[in-house]
């Protein structure tokens, strides 16, 4: 994402007018607007965002977000929805009244961009200025200015929320699967507590209320869990998915000995909370296999960086599909994943290495007939480069060798070729359907090409290149 700076939006009328009408006497979000105006302007944040890349949220308004989210008490998918749908807040970041917001994970996005790029503070520091100057301060208070406070509480916030929808979804799915059973294993208070979505409700305010509500979840889970493994249980229910996701997720969040249920804090959580993307390194590490590198184009941009990330070369995104991960380089997971110790030693043992044609076959150089591979290792930019070149390279030579004008070339669908025929002399004919288009009436008449073989295996190949579901004709990927 690629930081497109905007002025400061002035707040359209008709919001000002229905948030005026709906509120009367003002509210907390329209007095930080009045009185503090907007916290921070979008240049201020350049140097946590690239030059390209598509449009990025305004991050002024955002920090905006983060500040009202922090005093209301919200998490993510809270504030998301305060944004889409709260007058108030639509009025303090100066939106239209229909504007729809933003996705909730782009908060956590943008908050793991603050502390890459050591802009965690920023955001305080403008606050405490801008009330600084409004006379809010005495001069030599103290006042607290540490800002990993506030991504602390949000934290904690957006991991009560995870912990208490991963637990009604394993319960939603009992219920489905067996509620004879459930029946019997739950609890009065259940029903209350995990009825309705966790995102539907406030978190009570206070460290201690929140850790006893964290704790109380815990116990929780930790009972549907023992119940579902014990030995007189049915077996399947250990195969639900939701369930298997509440194992999971109770060994990252929580800890349980003699003493009872704990809260994991800090250097008590797992590193990555990704269990599966550590057994993924584990494997790679005995096999001494290498990590996926990004494309040739992107190599040559890092190599012209003063100061490269030691995994400027991992393609994030190939390694986190293979533990079903979409996109790694953009989950909240990821700098996790990069302080993993196993991680950076194979980056240092093994390196970084395309992922396609790793062990290619050898061939004979043309020039000298020493035995080489034919290609160096490809990521998955380069294959799709490659492939774009060969698909042309059999488009040109049907071209060439049959005769064909572009514009009859352009009609050859996949699958038109037919089985070759044999002649009386013993030979084969090929054959290769299109349409005329010269001379003839809008959109061309069928007709059929008998070309050699060398056309036929070329029009073959071309239709293994082509994505089938994008396109039915052979040159359209091209």
């Given at each position: 994402?690629?930081?497109?700076?905007?002025?400061?939006?002035?707040?359209?009328?008709?919001?000002?007018?229905?948030?005026?009408?709906?509120?009367?006497?003002?509210?907390?979000?329209?007095?930080?607007?009045?009185?503090?105006?907007?916290?921070?302007?979008?240049?201020?944040?350049?140097?946590?965002?690239?030059?390209?890349?598509?449009?990025?949220?305004?991050?002024?308004?955002?920090?905006?977000?983060?500040?009202?989210?922090?005093?209301?008490g919200l998490t993510d998918?809270?504030?998301?929805?305060?944004?889409?749908?709260?007058?108030?807040?639509?009025?303090?970041?100066?939106?239209?009244?229909?504007?729809?917001?933003?996705?909730?994970?782009?908060?956590?996005?943008?908050?793991?961009?603050?502390?890459?790029?050591?802009?965690?503070?920023?955001?305080?520091?403008?606050?405490?200025?801008?009330?600084?100057?409004?006379?809010?301060?005495?001069?030599?208070?103290?006042?607290?200015?540490?800002?990993?406070?506030?991504?602390?509480?949000?934290?904690?916030?957006?991991?009560?929320?995870?912990?208490?929808?991963?637990?009604?979804?394993?319960?939603?799915?009992?219920?489905?699967?067996?509620?004879?059973?459930?029946?019997?294993?739950?609890?009065?208070?259940?029903?209350?507590?995990?009825?309705?979505?966790?995102?539907?409700?406030?978190?009570?305010?206070?460290?201690?209320?929140?850790?006893?509500?964290?704790?109380?979840?815990?116990?929780?889970?930790?009972?549907?869990?023992?119940?579902?493994?014990?030995?007189?249980?049915?077996?399947?229910?250990?195969?639900?998915?939701?369930?298997?996701?509440?194992?999971?997720?109770?060994?990252?969040?929580?800890?349980?000995?003699?003493?009872?249920?704990?809260?994991?804090?800090?250097?008590?959580?797992?590193?990555?909370?990704?269990?599966?993307?550590?057994?993924?390194?584990?494997?790679?590490?005995?096999?001494?296999?290498?990590?996926?590198?990004?494309?040739?184009?992107?190599?040559?941009?890092?190599?012209?960086?003063?100061?490269?990330?030691?995994?400027?070369?991992?393609?994030?995104?190939?390694?986190?599909?293979?533990?079903?991960?979409?996109?790694?380089?953009?989950?909240?997971?990821?700098?996790?994943?990069?302080?993993?110790?196993?991680?950076?030693?194979?980056?240092?043992?093994?390196?970084?290495?395309?992922?396609?044609?790793?062990?290619?076959?050898?061939?004979?150089?043309?020039?000298?007939?020493?035995?080489?591979?034919?290609?160096?290792?490809?990521?998955?930019?380069?294959?799709?480069?490659?492939?774009?070149?060969?698909?042309?390279?059999?488009?040109?030579?049907?071209?060439?060798?049959?005769?064909?004008?572009?514009?009859?070339l352009a009609e050859i669908?996949?699958?038109?070729?037919?089985?070759?025929?044999?002649?009386?002399?013993?030979?084969?004919?090929?054959?290769?359907?299109?349409?005329?288009?010269?001379?003839?009436?809008?959109?061309?008449?069928?007709?059929?090409?008998?070309?050699?073989?060398?056309?036929?295996?070329?029009?073959?190949?071309?239709?293994?290149?082509?994505?089938?579901?994008?396109?039915?004709?052979?040159?359209?990927?091209?």
């Amino acid at each position: 994402m690629s930081l497109r700076p905007v002025p400061v939006p002035c707040i359209p009328e008709a919001t000002v007018r229905v948030a005026r009408a709906a509120f009367r006497k003002g509210c907390l979000a329209m007095r930080i607007r009045d009185e503090l105006g907007s916290l921070c302007e979008d240049e201020l944040f350049a140097s946590a965002f690239p030059r390209r890349g598509g449009p990025a949220w305004s991050p002024g308004q955002l920090a905006m977000v983060s500040v009202l989210q922090f005093a209301e008490g919200l998490t993510d998918r809270q504030a998301a929805d305060a944004v889409r749908g709260r007058i108030d807040v639509k009025y303090a970041l100066g939106l239209e009244l229909e504007d729809p917001g933003f996705d909730f994970s782009v908060l956590s996005e943008f908050r793991d961009r603050l502390i890459a790029h050591g802009l965690e503070e920023l955001v305080l520091n403008r606050l405490l200025e801008r009330v600084g100057e409004l006379g809010l301060l005495r001069a030599g208070g103290r006042q607290r200015t540490d800002s990993t406070h506030v991504l602390a509480v949000v934290r904690t916030l957006n991991r009560m929320e995870f912990v208490g929808e991963t637990l009604r979804a394993a319960l939603e799915a009992l219920a489905v699967a067996a509620p004879a059973w459930l029946r019997q294993v739950a609890v009065p208070e259940w029903f209350e507590r995990y009825g309705k979505r966790i995102d539907s409700f406030r978190f009570p305010k206070g460290a201690d209320a929140r850790q006893r509500w964290a704790l109380a979840v815990g116990r929780d889970g930790f009972t549907l869990l023992q119940a579902v493994y014990a030995q007189d249980a049915l077996v399947w229910l250990r195969e639900i998915e939701a369930v298997q996701v509440l194992r999971t997720a109770w060994v990252q969040q929580y800890h349980r000995d003699e003493e009872g249920v704990r809260w994991r804090e800090g250097k008590d959580l797992p590193p990555g909370r990704l269990p599966a993307m550590q057994n993924l390194l584990m494997e790679m590490q005995a096999a001494k296999e290498p990590l996926p590198a990004i494309c040739a184009q992107k190599m040559v941009a890092v190599a012209g960086q003063t100061d490269p990330s030691p995994f400027a070369h991992l393609a994030a995104n190939r390694l986190g599909r293979r533990i079903g991960v979409m996109e790694l380089s953009r989950s909240w997971a990821f700098r996790h994943v990069k302080a993993d110790p196993v991680l950076r030693e194979l980056a240092q043992d093994v390196g970084f290495v395309g992922a396609w044609a790793r062990h290619a076959a050898v061939i004979p150089r043309a020039d000298t007939g020493k035995p080489v591979p034919w290609t160096e290792p490809l990521a998955d930019e380069d294959v799709e480069v490659m492939a774009g070149y060969v698909l042309t390279a059999c488009l040109v030579l049907t071209c060439a060798l049959s005769g064909m004008r572009t514009s009859e070339l352009a009609e050859i669908e996949v699958g038109c070729r037919s089985r070759a025929r044999t002649t009386p002399g013993g030979g084969a004919q090929f054959r290769l359907p299109s349409r005329v288009i010269k001379w003839k009436p809008f959109g061309g008449v069928p007709d059929e090409w008998v070309v050699i073989e060398e056309v036929d295996r070329a029009v073959g190949l071309a239709e293994r290149l082509v994505d089938r579901a994008a396109a039915r004709r052979c040159s359209a990927a091209s």
